[in-house]
């Protein structure tokens, strides 16, 4: 048993070096936050809040009547086909629904170009853009600045990081000055 279990874990391993898609490792918890780095905290969110809204059986799941309802909601209605197709795009663990996690990778595929472009999947993607004409200039201005912020957010963990370690660098200089005066103290004690 032990044995397969190593088996099972150095494939995967081999698989994701080789550059393969692998299913997410379901032994632990997930976060969205350090899997999913490209999008901000803010919209993870925003996702996660759109999520919930066409869960409506609550179970954490989209299943195939609730993104049916949620492309008619958003105006793009699809046949029964497109939306097994749909899931069966981002459908990661072959249960025929969709989980936040395979939500989220909606949007990681959308932002690198990845999606099917006859695929309703683009048509979901596209509730992240911005219409002016719909949302207004101050709309717009919002967006840029969410992206400039996400683009931005990269330096401030850089930012961070040099701020650390100038402050381990001030702790060891103030250190060595203590260590010396408690040495000249100490050689005062010893020259009497």
Known sequence: ???????????????????????????????????????????IKEYEKMFKKYDVGNDKFIDLMELKMMMEKLGAPQTHMSLKGMIHEVDEDLDSKINFREFL??????????????????????????????????????FFEAKIHQITASDKFE????????????????SKIRKQAFKEKQNAFKVQ
């Open 1 to 43: 048993m032990a044995t397969n279990e190593l088996a099972e874990k150095l494939a995967r391993r081999d698989a994701i070096n080789e550059g393969q898609e692998v299913p997410a490792n379901k032994t632990g918890p997930w976060n969205p936050y350090t899997e999913f780095k490209e999008f901000s905290r803010k919209q």
């Open 105 to 142: 990778l909606i949007f990681r595929k959308a932002a690198a170009g990845e999606l099917d472009a006859d695929s309703g999947l683009c048509e979901l993607a596209k509730l992240t853009e911005i219409d002016v004409d719909e949302s207004g200039v101050s709309g717009a201005k919002d």
């Open 159 to 174: 930012k961070e990081i040099r701020e650390e370690q100038e402050e381990r660098k001030r702790e060891q200089e103030e």
